[in-house]
T-cell receptor, first 111, second 114 residues
Framework: GQNIDQPTEMTATEGAIVQINCTYQTSGFNGLFWYQQHAGEAPTFLSYNVLDGLEEKGRFSSFLSRSKGYSYLLLKELQMKDSASYLCAVKSQTGANNLFFGTGTRLTVIP | DSGVTQTPKHLITATGQRVTLRCSPRSGDLSVYWYQQSLDQGLQFLIQYYNGEERAKGNILERFSAQQFPDLHSELNLSSLELGDSALYFC?????????????FGSGTQLSVL
């Protein structure tokens, strides 16, 4: 089965940097995704990691360590609009292409 | 706009009733996934279809069923509804079944069972 852990809530200040951690245990591993979800809206894709290391995309970066079952999402130069839930999701080798999501981290950005 | 269309946006019904949620995937996408999101839980995978065939099953109750039609749209049927079925139901689609295929989510159907 899959087990994905993320902090439930985080608060950070506008303009700052925040790191959202995700640890996972899965039977087989085919990659890790990060999604952003504003309240009541659809999740939208942020990043994908399948190899160890850092993937950078503008203000957002995502890191993966497969040996440690660990990932983080780094958000720089925080903006008020970054207030949202950030979902860590693992693609398992069991089952065809479906993602298993953590419960998400609700980030609140304060002025 | 992800290109995935879900209808209706909101649904209010009573316990014991049956409802059907509809999803049209992005043009050209063959895979459709259904997820349930309750207030205190993350996105729970329910079921996946690929080109009309069931491919994977998650935590889907026996009272729930789904299908994907030849035109690739999908329907999720929820029957004998209970209060605990109240949740946001998302449909997602992807083009194929590649390892790095990302899912595109619809805006969801908010189901309220009273």
């Amino acid at each position: 089965g899959q087990n994905i852990d993320q902090p439930t809530e985080m608060t950070a200040t506008e303009g700052a940097i925040v790191q959202i951690n995700c640890t996972y245990q899965t039977s087989g591993f085919n990659g890790l995704f990060w999604y952003q979800q504003h309240a009541g809206e659809a999740p939208t894709f942020l990043s994908y990691n399948v190899l160890d290391g850092l993937e950078e995309k503008g203000r957002f970066s995502s890191f993966l360590s497969r040996s440690k079952g660990y990932s983080y999402l780094l958000l720089k130069e925080l903006q008020m609009k970054d207030s949202a839930s950030y979902l860590c999701a693992v693609k398992s080798q069991t089952g065809a292409n479906n993602l298993f999501f953590g419960t998400g981290t609700r980030l609140t950005v304060i002025p | 706009d992800s290109g995935v269309t879900q209808t209706p946006k909101h649904l209010i019904t009573a316990t014991g009733q049956r409802v059907t949620l509809r999803c049209s995937p992005r043009s050209g996408d063959l895979s459709v996934y259904w997820y349930q999101q309750s207030l205190d839980q993350g996105l729970q995978f329910l079921i996946q279809y690929y080109n009309g065939e069931e491919r994977a099953k998650g935590n889907i109750l026996e009272r729930f069923s789904a299908q994907q039609f030849p035109d690739l749209h999908s329907e999720l049927n929820l029957s004998s509804l209970e209060l605990g079925d109240s949740a946001l139901y998302f449909c997602a689609s992807s083009a194929r079944q590649g390892i790095n295929e990302k899912l595109f989510f619809g805006s969801g159907t908010q189901l309220s069972v009273l």
